[in-house]
T-cell receptor
Framework: AQKITQTQPGMFVQEKEAVTLDCTYDTSDPSYGLFWYKQPSSGEMIFLIYQGSYDQQNATEGRYSLNFQKARKSANLVISASQLGDSAMYFCAMREMGAGSYQLTFGKGTKLSVIP | GAVVSQHPSRVICKSGTSVKIECRSLDFQATTMFWYRQFPKQSLMLMATSNEGSKATYEQGVEKDKFLINHASLTLSTLTVTSAHPEDSSFYIC?????????????FGPGTRLTVL
C-alpha cells in the first residue's frame, strides 16, 4: 500500500481564490511528521509547511495552512488567496520517526495551475 | 537560513564518462544528506542516504558502484555518476537535514539536470 496518496494529479484555481490539495497517509508509527513541498518548473523543492503527529493545532505559514485530521489520516494543504506564482507541483511527504530514519516518503504530487 | 546549493545545475556528457555533482549546506551543518532522482512528471525517488564520515546507505536497486557518494564534511556531499550511460539521464536533487531544528526538515538543493549523450 502507498504510504502517501495524492489523488489529484492536476488542479485549477482562479487567482485570489483558496485551494485545497489533498493528501492521505498510511502509517502504524505513532510518531511521524508530515511535510509539504512546492516544486516550480525550475525544479527546486521548496519547503512549505510541517505538521507533527503530536501537534495539537493545525500548522500555518503565511498563506499556507495544513488541515490535519489525524483520525482520517489526512493532511491537506490549503493555499489562501492564490497567486500566479503558486502554479507548480506540490508534494506531500511523511517521515516516520519511530524507525530512527530520516527518510521522507513522497506522494506522486499535484500540479496546481492558477488561472488569471 | 537553511540554504542548500548544488553544482552544476546542468551537465551534458558523453557516454562512458564520469560526472560529479556537489551538494552543500550553506548556513547549517548537515549530518545527513540525501540524494534523489526524479524522472519527468514523476515524484522523487530516494537513491541513498549519506552520513558524514561514514558509508552511504543505498536504496534497493541503486548500484552503489555506479553512484558513488561521499560525505566528506558536515556541509558537503558529492554524487559521482561513473561510466554514465544515456539511461542515467535524469534530474538529480540533494537534500540536507538540519538537525538543529526540531522538525528535522529536509532542505533541497536546486537540482542537477544530467544529459548523457
Amino acid at each position: 500500500a502507498q504510504k502517501i496518496t495524492q489523488t489529484q494529479p492536476g488542479m485549477f484555481v482562479q487567482e485570489k481564490e483558496a485551494v485545497t490539495l489533498d493528501c492521505t497517509y498510511d502509517t502504524s508509527d505513532p510518531s511521524y511528521g508530515l511535510f509539504w513541498y512546492k516544486q516550480p518548473s525550475s525544479g527546486e523543492m521548496i519547503f512549505l509547511i510541517y505538521q507533527g503527529s503530536y501537534d495539537q493545532q493545525n500548522a500555518t505559514e503565511g498563506r499556507y495552512s495544513l488541515n490535519f485530521q489525524k483520525a482520517r489520516k489526512s493532511a491537506n494543504l490549503v493555499i489562501s488567496a492564490s497567486q500566479l506564482g503558486d502554479s507548480a507541483m506540490y508534494f506531500c511527504a511523511m517521515r516516520e520517526m519511530g524507525a530512527g530514519s530520516y527518510q521522507l516518503t513522497f506522494g506522486k504530487g499535484t500540479k496546481l495551475s492558477v488561472i488569471p | 537560513g537553511a540554504v542548500v546549493s548544488q553544482h552544476p545545475s546542468r551537465v551534458i556528457c558523453k557516454s562512458g564518462t564520469s560526472v560529479k555533482i556537489e551538494c552543500r549546506s550553506l548556513d547549517f551543518q548537515a549530518t545527513t544528506m540525501f540524494w534523489y532522482r526524479q524522472f519527468p512528471k514523476q515524484s522523487l525517488m530516494l537513491m541513498a542516504t549519506s552520513n558524514e564520515g561514514s558509508k552511504a546507505t543505498y536504496e534497493q536497486g541503486v548500484e552503489k558502484d555506479k553512484f558513488l557518494i561521499n560525505h566528506a564534511s558536515l556541509t558537503l556531499s558529492t554524487l559521482t555518476v561513473t561510466s554514465a550511460h544515456p539511461e542515467d539521464s535524469s534530474f538529480y536533487i540533494c537534500s540536507a537535514s538540519d538537525r538543529d531544528r526540531v522538525t528535522d526538515t529536509q532542505y533541497f538543493g536546486p537540482g542537477t539536470r544530467l544529459t548523457v549523450l
